[in-house]
């Protein structure tokens, strides 16, 4: 990568740490994502309960095998065989000791904004498991709220859109068109600028563009 931009993100990354702290939130700077990946296993002693919502971000950096492959105890709704059993795992995702996932857009100040369709996402982001662990990658840092919530629309959704087998306008177009389309994935949009528990959300920093 080039060192300009390289410095640019330490610097930046400085700038939204100092804004999740101020939110009560803790972050991290990792610039690479074996970096990443290794400054996340730290965080999450062995033996702890762990899921994870949908996310690109903790599969590049190789998270979601490691933890699969590690000493704990994992809440997967991938491995159920019934619709009963996947309902059941994530429930059972609440009461869990981490929460993997990313965030569609983090604000320079330190505000995460979110979309989510069947909402399980956003609602542990909001409450349940004891500690939410984030993998951002620096491409997805915005300006301010307004910028992030059209990242998280026009780029964010668009693109795992592409993920479903879902009929959407955005899927056939690439843009948002603020549907109410049956198949919207775009039901709940979180907007986290501050955290009642210390500490609860962390932030983990990467300087490479990951996820969508």
């Not at 994502?33 to 702890?48: K, N």
């Not at 309902?87 to 993997?100: P, R």
């Not at 780029?155 to 948002?176: L, S, V």
Request: with cysteine; hydrophobic share 35%.
């Amino acid at each position: 990568m080039d060192e300009n931009r390289v410095k640019r993100n330490e610097l930046l990354a400085a700038t939204v740490i100092k804004g999740l702290e101020s939110r009560n939130m803790k972050g991290y700077y990792a610039a690479t994502r074996e970096e990443a990946l290794h400054m996340a296993l730290e965080l999450i002693p062995q033996g702890s309960s762990i899921s994870w919502g949908g996310s690109m971000s903790i599969q590049e950096i190789g998270l979601k095998q490691a933890v699969l492959e590690g000493n704990y105890r994992v809440y997967n709704r991938d491995a159920a065989e019934t619709p009963e059993e996947r309902h059941k795992i994530e429930m059972a995702v609440y009461d869990a000791d981490f929460y993997l996932t990313s965030s569609n857009a983090v604000t320079q100040d330190g505000i995460l904004v979110n979309i989510d369709g069947n909402s399980n996402r956003v609602s542990a982001i909001a409450y349940g498991p004891r500690h939410v662990l984030m993998i951002v990658g620096m491409n997805k840092i915005c300006r301010d709220v307004d910028a992030a919530i059209s990242r998280a629309r026009g780029e964010a959704a668009t693109c795992n859109a592409q993920r479903f087998p879902i009929q959407t306008p955005c899927k056939t177009t690439g843009t948002c068109a603020d549907c109410k389309s049956p198949d919207t994935i775009c039901c709940q949009f979180l907007t986290t600028r501050f955290s009642r528990h210390t500490g609860r959300i962390q932030v983990i920093l990467v300087g490479e563009d990951l996820g969508f």
